[in-house]
């Protein structure tokens, strides 16, 4: 099935933060009669103060639902921060990631719900119930995986959880690798896989390439199901002009010596079989890079894909579903 002849196409988007959630908007705005799922990473959470914290599920549900600030990109319109000063007062730590007041009341009542012995599964349908997304929001996985960075600080090497290094350190320590903890045996969540092997088209947003797609790909069943799935698997490069629309990814890209250029991320995603994509869409400014991306087996275009406005990501997401489609068609 083409997308651009089927009524109510199947989208299914893996997605990290706030470039992910920004392209699900366009998507959906773009195809309001597409059944869209959104596989969430889920390997930047962290236990604070207790707490299950979720901030690339929150981001998506947040800004897909219509209450995410904006400007900041993460957490809740209208925040205060009463509890954190508080928390502050007393000395806590970490005193270094801001938990909103508003943003509280969800991790609250994730906590209370995953303590009760629900899955993160359904705990996060049950919160998105309330935001009425238009969209399915799916965890990656229900079972713990968190990424860590290998840092090296005074000649010694350790491991630190993904969001110090990420808002304590804005990834300026010098990190060498990675570690997806806990990803070598984690399921896909459910409906993860059927999301992906019975979509029309399986799209990957301009999310960080390493720590957010890389964190999904490090579950197996996902990254099987990518590299098997009948549909066209397409995705659009959030590196323009040698450096990252939003986000540290450059120096994400740095540590895993990858070259910051679309080109260089295409050829680290890899054609399928063997690697994850099909169709690589870089921005009209890298059109130059589109014959190297060709070489390594992707179809690869050029066009208009900075969202810097409703319209303009509307057009990057048009763009990205013509993409699938171009692929679809040669078959
Ligand atoms: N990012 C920051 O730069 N500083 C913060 O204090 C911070 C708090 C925070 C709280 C909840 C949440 O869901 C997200 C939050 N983020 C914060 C954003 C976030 O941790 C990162 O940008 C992502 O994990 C990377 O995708």
């Given at each position: 099935m083409h997308l651009s002849n089927s009524p109510d196409p199947k989208l299914t988007v893996l997605a990290g933060g706030v470039g992910g959630a920004r392209f699900v908007l366009a998507l959906r705005a773009a195809r309001p009669e597409a059944r869209i799922t959104v596989i969430g990473n889920i390997a930047d959470d962290i236990w604070l103060f207790g707490l299950k914290v979720c901030p690339d599920l929150d981001t998506l549900m947040y800004t897909i639902g219509g209450g995410a600030d904006a400007e900041r990109g993460w957490g809740r319109a209208d925040e205060t921060f009463h509890a954190a000063a508080e928390l502050a007062a007393y000395g806590a730590?970490?005193?270094w990631f801001g938990l909103g007041d508003r943003d509280l009341a969800t991790h609250l009542i994730r906590t209370q719900m995953l303590s009760a012995g629900y899955p993160l599964s359904q705990v996060t349908a049950a919160l998105c119930a309330r935001w009425e997304l238009g969209v399915e929001l799916l965890p990656a996985s229900d079972d713990r995986v968190e990424t860590h960075v290998v840092v090296e600080e005074g000649g010694r090497k350790r491991a630190i959880h993904f969001q110090e290094w990420w808002v304590r350190h804005r990834a300026a320590l010098p990190a060498s690798d990675f570690v997806m903890v806990g990803a070598e045996s984690a399921s896909p969540g459910p409906g993860v896989v059927a999301a992906i092997e019975s979509a029309d088209a399986v799209l990957l947003p301009?999310?960080?390439?390493?720590?957010s797609i890389g964190a999904i790909m490090a579950i197996e069943g996902i990254r099987d199901a990518i590299r098997t799935t009948r549909a066209p698997v397409v995705g659009m490069s959030g590196i323009v002009s040698g450096r990252p629309?939003?986000?540290?990814a450059d120096a994400c890209l740095n540590a895993i010596g990858v070259d910051v250029t679309a080109a260089a991320v295409a050829a680290h995603y890899?054609?399928?079989?063997?690697?994850?994509?099909?169709g690589w869409l870089v921005d009209e400014q890298d059109a130059d890079q589109v014959p190297a991306i060709e070489a390594a087996g992707l179809l690869a275009r050029a066009a208009?894909?900075?969202?810097?406005?409703p319209a303009s990501s509307v057009t990057a997401a048009e763009a990205l579903l013509g993409l699938a489609d171009e692929v679809a068609r040669r078959g």
């Open positions: 730590q970490p005193d301009p999310s960080n390439p390493v720590v629309l939003r986000g540290m890899g054609a399928r079989p063997d690697g994850i994509l099909d208009a894909t900075v969202m810097s406005d």
